[in-house]
């Protein structure tokens, strides 16, 4: 059974970091693309990065150069670095493991297995 744990979220405030970070259970992690997600109150869900097997990344325009997606497959891990942090970064993030169910024209890849979430609140 796939098993997506979020943790790391919090409050912050402008200019601020978080990392937040992914616990995978239940499917060869290594060879997956793995992907963070967010979606904000009143908004549709955002792809943020993804990360591929060859650790090759891929960022939203929002988030380059204060984002960095990373991964441990020793630890069946995924991490979410993220700094200069702004208003507009509140949102509830999200993990996904690559599949065949849902389509990210954010990041133009597929999807099908998604965590529950870590709350990221940023104030000014």
């Known amino acids: 059974q796939v098993q997506l744990v979020e943790s790391g979220g919090g409050s912050v405030q402008a200019g601020g970091s978080l990392r937040l970070s992914c616990a995978a259970s239940?499917?060869?992690?290594?060879?997956?693309?793995m992907g963070w997600f967010r979606q904000g109150p009143g908004k549709e869900r955002e792809g943020v990065a993804y990360?591929?097997?060859?650790?090759?990344?891929r960022y939203a325009e929002s988030v380059k150069g204060r984002f960095t997606i990373s991964r441990d497959n020793a630890k069946n891990s995924l991490y979410l670095q993220m700094n200069s942090l702004k208003l507009e970064d509140s949102a509830m993030y999200f993990c996904?493991?690559?599949?065949?169910?849902?389509?990210?024209?954010?990041?133009?890849?597929?999807?099908?297995?998604w965590g529950q979430g870590t709350q990221v609140n940023v104030s000014s």
């Open positions: 990360i591929d097997s060859a650790y090759t990344t």
């Open positions: 239940g499917f060869p992690y290594s060879s997956r693309f």
């Open positions: 996904a493991a690559s599949g065949r169910t849902w389509y990210s024209p954010d990041l133009q890849f597929w999807f099908s297995f």
